[in-house]
């Protein structure tokens, strides 16, 4: 995969110190994600997985994710999320999470419930897993079963929600929102104060990967957004008065914002994911720009976050263009998501067109026009017969 | 508020030595809290069995330059609480 290989890099000490690129300040990989697979027993709507992901390589093995951990954590990072795909697929995840907390990382299982039990809950939990995140496609059976295209998802969520709790794991449930069930908010927050939630994401869906294939049919009006944020609003006051400490975060969608968001805390500085294959990326949705990014088969994670082409690509701010370039907020955004803008402008070098500034915001507000008009195009499911669509139109 | 409570975590944080932070830091879901070496100090003694006068006494014995830690120590217990970081048991 990539041209340096392992050999030049294990064997010879020339070779191997000479970079791809000239190195540019980077932070420690504080943040791992490691996705270790594809496979999900869901196909929800707005997965941040690949559209081509049925293309993928073979899975890492289990000594090579080991591999993965140790050398992230020598590196620093501390963080550790086990995600997918939906990660209890795969047999070895309990080998993964005790090798996890033996190596002193914080460890987050990321999952949908499904495949989950009274049993493997115990089992991880005497593993050293620290917390769980769950999550809902909504707070009603109808509607989540919709979404995630499985008629019993909901029932074993609450199950295994209750039981995360049961076992004393502090539990993050994750909501994505979208325009079919964020005029629910205040069930769904009633629902995570029921089962015991310690913290709560209410995130609107972000348009990367199967969400922005199906953008049009996810994306809310402004005035469901403003109502959603004032109820969330609503009840933080309440429980705080009421002495629950539980948090709620609402995550805006950033296309009703006027600035960008500092994607990834900028490109390759504090996040790591690795990709069931093995490639290593700066962020989850990067792997669809037309950068190579190295593969952790081929060469050492300390070489791949400081010396590879793909993750010196977007470091700094000296490759950026006009209005960024000149831009007196370029520290504080780093001119937005890169895939965002290789998504709706074409060059992942441009302004993020979220950014008012951006000669593509017309994009941007035009998509906002789009979610005032309820549309009935029925949704593109994240499953492998759609994605071989995707692989053979690429 | 006595000297003979007794603090322990909140489950929800886990306190380690990180090398590369070289520091005590706090982890929690999907975060980190990098300490100053004197918080550290006492967090690290908290254990959910010793007392707030023992862990002063601990400090003391470990710091024996210092002077009396024993306002230090209670000042940052009342931190640690608000940060729901600790509980008194």
Request: hydrophobic fraction near 35%.
């Amino acid at each position: 995969m990539n041209r340096t290989g392992s050999v030049s890099s294990s064997l010879s000490p020339v070779s191997g110190c000479l970079p791809d690129v000239e190195p540019k300040p980077a932070g420690q990989p504080l943040w791992l994600l490691a996705e270790l697979t594809y496979k999900c027993p869901l196909q929800c709507p707005y997965c941040s997985n690949p559209l081509d992901f049925s293309a993928s390589g073979q899975e890492l093995s289990t000594e090579q994710w080991v591999q993965v951990l140790r050398q992230a954590r020598e590196m620093g990072a501390a963080q550790l999320g086990f995600s997918g795909g939906e990660p209890l697929t795969r047999p070895d995840l309990n080998e993964l999470i005790q090798e996890a907390r033996h190596l002193g990382y914080y460890s987050n299982l990321i999952t949908s419930g499904l495949g989950l039990n009274e049993r493997k809950l115990e089992q991880f939990r005497a593993s050293g897993l620290d917390h769980i995140q769950v999550s809902f496609q909504a707070s009603d059976a109808e509607v989540n079963n919709m979404l995630a295209g499985s008629a019993k998802a909901f029932e074993q969520k609450l199950k295994m929600a209750r039981e995360v709790k049961a076992n004393g794991y502090p539990m993050v449930l994750n909501f994505v929102t979208h325009r079919h069930n964020i005029d629910r908010i205040d069930r769904i927050i009633e629902l995570c104060v029921e089962l015991g939630a310690d913290y709560v994401e209410l995130a609107t869906c972000q348009y990367y990967g199967w969400a922005f294939e199906n953008r049009e049919q996810l994306m809310p009006s402004r005035a469901q957004l403003e109502r959603a944020e004032r109820i969330t609003n609503e009840y933080r006051a309440r429980l705080e008065a009421a002495g629950n400490p539980i948090k709620l975060i609402f995550v805006t969608p950033d296309y009703y914002e006027e600035r960008p968001k500092g994607c990834m805390n900028g490109w390759g500085q504090i996040f790591l994911t690795v990709t069931p294959d093995g490639t290593a990326l700066p962020c989850h949705s990067a792997r669809q720009l037309p950068v190579q990014f190295p593969n952790v088969k081929d060469r050492s994670l300390e070489d791949i976050w400081y010396r590879s082409f793909g993750f010196n690509k977007y470091r700094g701010d000296d490759w950026m263009k006009e209005p960024c370039r000149s831009c007196d907020e370029k520290g504080k955004d780093f001119g937005g998501c890169r895939c965002q803008a290789y998504m709706l402008t074409g060059d992942a070098a441009n302004a993020d067109p979220v950014c008012s500034k951006s000669a593509h915001h017309g994009k941007i507000l035009q998509a906002r026009s789009e979610a005032e008009v309820p549309t009935d195009t029925p949704m593109t499911f994240r499953n492998e017969r759609n994605s071989r669509v995707f692989c053979r139109s690429d | 508020m006595s000297v003979q409570r007794i603090p322990g975590f909140n489950p929800m944080f886990r306190l380690q030595w990180e090398k590369a932070q070289d520091s005590y830091v706090l982890l929690y879901p999907e975060g980190m809290i990098k300490l100053n070496p004197s918080a550290g100090e006492i967090l690290a003694r908290v254990d959910g069995q010793r007392s707030e006068a023992e862990i002063t006494a601990a400090l003391q014995q470990a710091f024996p330059d210092a002077d009396s830690l024993a306002g230090d120590v209670r000042e940052f217990m009342e931190v640690a609480r608000e940060q729901n970081w600790i509980r008194f048991l």
